[in-house]
């Protein structure tokens, strides 16, 4: 069965080497960010067939864009989504402001989920489906500075939890990917500077999420607990 992934934040780190990952595997992508210029770059290195869908997720009913175009590839796939696209701005909660809480529970919790609620039809609709949300070590760990970052990947968890208990048996997976620190572009504008070269590869972290994408119909890979091998940072 042909295999179409809708992957959000396709144009730079995890997101970017997850969409090359699976198009290596032969699966069909859906490549969705906002910069057109970073999207054609991560689709340079894809082989299999794909597509670029440039949307701002912040923006709720983009959502529905994406999902129906997608769809609109045709029928009778297994759709998957890569729930990838994420920013962070960390600081002590006594010095967040009202903006920066909004922007992260925004990006980081509600687009993705708007973004699970919209695929779901179609999923049911083919009797198979996978969702992967990649959420954050601090999804279940408390970090000092992380607080409407770790409060909307801690809510994506359980929603991703509470979405696999009411669609697992209709053949539909959910994969919560929990990583350390990876080396992407995310750190650039980071303040907190930890050494690079001691995060994970990004490619490493693609090539879980392909893997678990790939286990589907056999084994459910409900959790996936990725940790530079010298600690959190
Ligand atoms: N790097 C780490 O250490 C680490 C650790 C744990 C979890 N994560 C998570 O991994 C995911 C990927 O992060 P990364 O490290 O790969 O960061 P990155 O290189 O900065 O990539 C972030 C991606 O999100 C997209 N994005 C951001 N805001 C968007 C919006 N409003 N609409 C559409 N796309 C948007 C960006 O695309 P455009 O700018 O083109 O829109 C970009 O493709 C995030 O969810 C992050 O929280 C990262």
């Not at 509600?110 to 779901?120: I, K, N, Q």
């Not at 970052?149 to 359980?158: H, S, T």
């Not at 980071?190 to 590869?201: E, G, Q, S, T």
């Not at 409900?222 to 530079?228: F, S, T, V």
């Amino acid at each position: 069965m042909t295999v179409r992934a809708i992957v959000t934040g396709a144009s730079s780190g995890i997101g970017r080497e997850t969409a090359v990952a699976l198009s290596a595997a032969g699966i069909e992508t859906v490549l969705v960010a906002r910069r057109r210029d970073a999207l054609l770059e991560t689709a340079a290195r894809c082989p299999a067939p794909h597509q670029l869908f440039v949307a701002d997720l912040a923006k709720p009913g983009s959502e529905v864009e994406v999902v129906d175009y997608a769809q609109s590839l045709g029928e009778g796939v297994k759709p998957v989504l890569i729930n990838a696209a994420g920013m962070a701005e960390f600081g002590s909660i006594e010095a967040l402001t009202a903006d920066s809480l909004q922007r992260q529970i925004e990006i980081n919790l509600l687009a993705p989920a708007r973004l699970c609620h919209e695929v779901l039809p179609w999923m049911l609709k083919e009797g198979s489906g996978h969702i992967v949300n990649v959420l954050s070590v601090v999804a279940s760990q408390p970090l000092p500075n992380t607080g409407a970052y770790a409060a909307a990947k801690a809510g994506l968890l359980m929603f991703g939890k509470v979405l696999s208990a009411e669609v697992r048996r209709k053949g539909i997976l959910v994969t919560s990917v929990l990583p350390g620190a990876v080396d992407t572009p995310i750190w650039d504008a980071m303040d907190f500077k930890p050494n690079r070269a001691d995060m994970i590869p990004s490619s490493m972290v693609a090539e879980a999420i392909v893997q678990a994408v790939l286990a589907g119909p056999k084994m459910a890979v409900d959790e996936l607990h990725l940790m530079p091998p010298k600690g959190l940072l």
